[in-house]
């Protein structure tokens, strides 16, 4: 099993930034993939970044340039640093991972979310 927990969210004027961070523990020993999910109000939960076991990233076209997606393997962390914020990234924001050699019908491991608002 493992927990994820994540910090760093909170209320913050547009053109602001944020940074995100996710703690993983537990069974936390696979090498794995991690991300961060957002959900709007009244939307459906969908990626924002992801960063493999290798290191390589993904970032939703919306927040290119503007959000960065980071790792701590070895502390077991995942960050996202978040800059020029604006009103329609306000969400929840869910840390998720996976372990590289799970079962397909595994969809890994969530986070409680966290509440990001962007408003003046």
């Known amino acids: 099993q493992v927990q994820l927990v994540e910090s760093g969210g909170g209320l913050v004027q547009p053109g602001g930034s944020l940074r995100l961070s996710c703690a993983a523990s537990g069974d936390t020993s696979c090498a794995s993939s991690m991300g961060w999910y957002r959900q709007p109000p009244g939307k459906e939960r969908k990626l924002v970044a992801g960063?493999?076991?290798?290191?390589?990233?993904y970032h939703e076209d919306s927040v290119k340039g503007r959000f960065t997606i980071s790792r701590d393997t070895a502390k077991g962390m995942v960050y996202l640093q978040m800059n020029s914020l604006k009103p329609e990234d306000t969400a929840v924001y869910y840390c998720?991972?996976?372990?590289?050699?799970?079962?397909?019908?595994?969809?890994?491991?969530w986070g409680q979310g966290i509440q990001v608002t962007v408003s003046s």
């Open positions: 960063i493999t076991s290798g290191y390589s990233t």
């Open positions: 998720w991972m996976r372990c590289d050699t799970a079962n397909s019908d595994d969809a890994g491991s």
